[in-house]
């Protein structure tokens, strides 16, 4: 992310680049004034996110490790969210569902650069059954719903013909306005969260850091040095 470490906290912004960030300062997390749960809040920053606006706002990176130890990360989008956890969906044979087949956890990040803020997630996955994972799929673009089945994700492909050529098959096997089933092998994911932290940027590298982490049926609040 962007520190600015001048005097007067001002970063030098090349021509043509995005939103610019708001003063530090202004946007402090003040001890004592945050919300008790860390879903009131992560709800605020999304909208903030979302009327900067930021392309994608709702794009996370998700990071996990796979059964022989190995960390991976890639970035997926948030599709819903709400108090029971967060919602992505992908194929079931790719690398991130096989490394959560192994390890079922995974880490989110959203970083939203151009506000100086970022939010990390920690928490336990579970995948979603066929009936959970249908509504979104039917809802997608008929192209992306073919995509689906033409991509087994994370596999080598020969080709860019071999792609195309295996997608135009299934659209004449489906043709308009045929409706495309869902595939088998693709779905959805609940990543859980245990805990959470929420990072504003501020003057001198002196950041706001608070954590949020389970105890109960309660979240403790924790102020972390930056």
């Excluded at 300062?25 to 992560?42: E, H, I």
Aim: aromatic fraction near 10%; include cysteine.
């Amino acid at each position: 992310m962007r520190h600015p470490d001048d005097p007067a906290g001002q970063a030098r912004r090349a021509p043509g680049a995005g939103p610019a960030a708001a003063p530090l300062d202004d946007a402090a997390l003040a001890d004592g004034l945050l919300a008790a749960d860390p879903l009131t809040l992560f709800a605020r920053w999304l909208a903030d996110a979302k009327a900067v606006p930021l392309p994608e706002p709702t794009a996370m990176v998700l990071a996990t490790v796979s059964g022989e130890g190995w960390p991976r990360a890639r970035t997926v989008l948030l599709k819903s969210y709400d108090a029971a956890g967060f919602i992505f969906y992908t194929n079931r044979t790719s690398r991130k569902a096989t490394d959560l087949a192994a390890v079922p956890r995974a880490c989110l990040l959203f970083p939203w650069h151009a506000m100086q803020r970022q939010v990390i997630i920690e928490g336990t996955v579970a995948a979603l059954s066929t009936e959970q994972s249908e509504p979104y799929f039917r809802s997608r673009p008929r192209g992306s719903q073919l995509g689906a089945w033409a991509s087994r994700q994370s596999s080598v492909v020969g080709s860019r013909d071999e792609l195309d050529e295996r997608y135009d098959s299934l659209a004449a096997r489906w043709p308009d306005p045929a409706a495309v089933p869902m595939p088998e092998f693709w779905g959805g994911y609940r990543v859980t969260p245990l805990s959470w932290e929420f990072w504003q940027g501020r003057e001198n590298r002196l950041h706001d850091r608070f954590r949020y982490r389970r105890r109960g049926d309660q979240w403790v609040i924790e102020r972390l040095a930056p």
